[in-house]
């Protein structure tokens, strides 16, 4: 075969994957976004993170205000964001949005529009938004998502839900439909395995979860 042919092979092998492949790749990868915020619960956020990169999925790590691409978490950890949340919207619509807990970054989220338009259009389109410790009765309250449904947060906080929500006090993760809440730090490997398994498989979730001796 001729070196110009090789070529021409080859710029239609590229051209066929920049027209096709990325869309095609990008329709069979799970994705998730992770907000973040000032005062957000680090071992939550984290934690999230991790877990559902170890099964595959695509997490990107949304910041929400914070200060030169930095949320400084509850217990003064720095997370970094991998993109601005204007940035993120721009890439979704995702599998899942992740909102990890901690008072202060769940009044900042709670008190952000943009984030709540993004919620309530996630779970309106049936697509999985998941929300652990303050977030479910802050977070999820605040922009109307999964009213009438199951639902668990940090003990103490169920106040927050009032009568459009059903509490369950007794289990330490709560899946109703496409909606997926927890309860704090101490749930949060099981919620975030919990996360994985609606978007991957159980298999998938049991694998990672042996390989981190859980």
Do not use: H, W
Not at 73 to 100: H, I, N, T, Y
Not at 123 to 131: N, P
Not at 165 to 186: C, F, H, M, R
């Amino acid at each position: 075969m001729s070196a110009a042919r090789i070529l021409f092979s080859l710029n239609f092998v590229l051209l066929l994957l920049s027209t096709f492949g990325k869309k095609n790749i990008m329709a069979e990868e799970k994705t998730a976004l992770v907000l973040i915020a000032d005062g957000s619960e680090e071992m939550e956020a984290v934690i999230s993170i991790d877990v559902l990169r170890r099964a595959g999925i695509r997490a990107i790590v949304g910041l929400v205000g914070g200060s030169a691409g930095i949320a400084t978490c509850g217990k003064g950890v720095k997370l970094a964001g991998d993109v601005s949340f204007a940035e993120a919207e721009s890439l979704g619509p995702f599998d899942v949005v992740v909102v990890p807990g901690g008072m202060g970054g769940s009044k900042a989220l709670a008190a952000d529009a943009g984030v709540k338009k993004l919620l309530a259009d996630q779970y309106a389109a049936g697509r999985t938004v998941a929300a652990i410790c303050a977030a479910p009765a802050v977070v999820l309250t605040a922009a109307g998502v999964g009213e009438g449904k199951r639902v668990t947060c940090y003990p103490s906080l169920e106040s927050g839900f009032g009568d459009k929500y059903n509490y369950i006090a007794d289990e330490k993760v709560v899946v109703d439909g496409n909606l997926i809440t927890s309860q704090g730090p101490g749930t949060a490997f099981d919620f975030a395995l919990k996360v994985a398994s609606e978007l991957v498989g159980e298999e998938k979730a049991k694998s990672v979860a042996k390989a981190m001796l859980l």
